[in-house]
Structure formats: structure tokens, C-alpha cells
């Protein structure tokens, strides 16, 4: 931890990234579902540690995907485990097939995802079946797809810039809009 720490002070921010895995239900007081498939012990572990220290050091942080559920988890939030049991009538969030599938998220006005892309409505890429239930204390909702899942939120403290987003704005599909919240770090 000490050896992060270090490697921390040199840098101007960091981008936690996403995969294609989740964290590991049980961790999260949850019996595992079906559909779960836990990212390796040693990737979760330092993802939770970079995380805290992020926070604790006031880095300032792009969360994406995964990244943006550890640091709300690691922050005091909670999540949904799979979208489609957890959330009253859900839109679809993961298609096994199609790996481009989009959906239009909400922006809420006054918030930077709001001075990133500007007021209403934005189509995102989508691939995920958790999600952020109750955001951390330190966190406010600043983008939400239709049937309300959280799609983004931002740190309220004056002190530390922290993005998370749920969608993937690296991704082969993102379009050039959705990179723009990597010049907004």
C-alpha cells in the first residue's frame, strides 16, 4: 500500500477503469447470483485499495464501470447485484449478443456531467447487470437511465473531482462525445 501511495503523489489523476467482471457478491453481503462473474480476488483487492487512496488523497478520479461501483462500495454506497431482478421494470443494461447496445441517460442540471455534455439526454454504451443502489454519502446522482439506475455521479466535495460513470467511454463503440469526460479530468 505504501509503494501506491507513493506512485500517487506523481500523478495529476487516475482513470479506474472497468472489466467485464463484477465484484464478488458475497463481499457485498449478497448470496451470488447465477450470473455473476466475480473478477480474480487479487484484481479486486487492489482496485479497493486504489480506491480508498484516491479518496483518501483526494486524487482526482474518473470511475468507470466496475471502477465507478468499488469506489461507491469503498465510499459507504450500496449496489444492486442484477439489474433485472433488483430494479422495478428495468431497461436492458447487458446484451449477450450485441455488444454495442445503447440508452439514453438523463443529465441532471447544475452538475458537471451537466458541464461536460450539456443539459437532457445522452445515448451511452451500456454492459453491465449490477449497479449503484444507494450512492455514498460524499456522491450525488448526476446522470440516471429511465428506469432510474444510476448512470453517473460526481464527488460534492469541494476538495476532491470524482466522476463515476457507468458506461464505457473507452470502449471501441463509445462515440466522440462520450470521451469527453476524459478531458474533464
Known sequence: ????????????????GGCKLDLDPV???????????????RREEFDRRLAKLCYEMKIPTLAIGTGMLTMNTICGGTLFQHIPEDVLKP???????????????????????????????????SDHHMAVDQVAPMFRVSAAAMDGVVEAYESMEDNWWCVGVQFHPHDEHASALDLQVFEAL
Request: net charge negative; proline share 9%; glycine share 8%.
Open 91 to 125: 431497461l436492458n443494461h447487458r446484451d449477450p449478443v450485441e455488444a454495442c447496445l445503447r440508452h439514453v441517460i438523463e443529465i441532471v442540471p447544475g452538475t458537471k456531467m451537466d458541464q461536460i455534455y450539456g443539459p437532457g439526454e445522452i445515448r451511452v454504451n
Open 27 to 41: 463481499r457485498l453481503g449478497f448470496d451470488k447470483h447465477p450470473s455473476t462473474r466475480p473478477m480474480p480476488v
Open 1 to 16: 500500500e505504501e509503494d501506491l501511495r507513493k506512485a500517487l503523489t506523481l500523478v495529476d489523476g487516475v482513470v479506474m
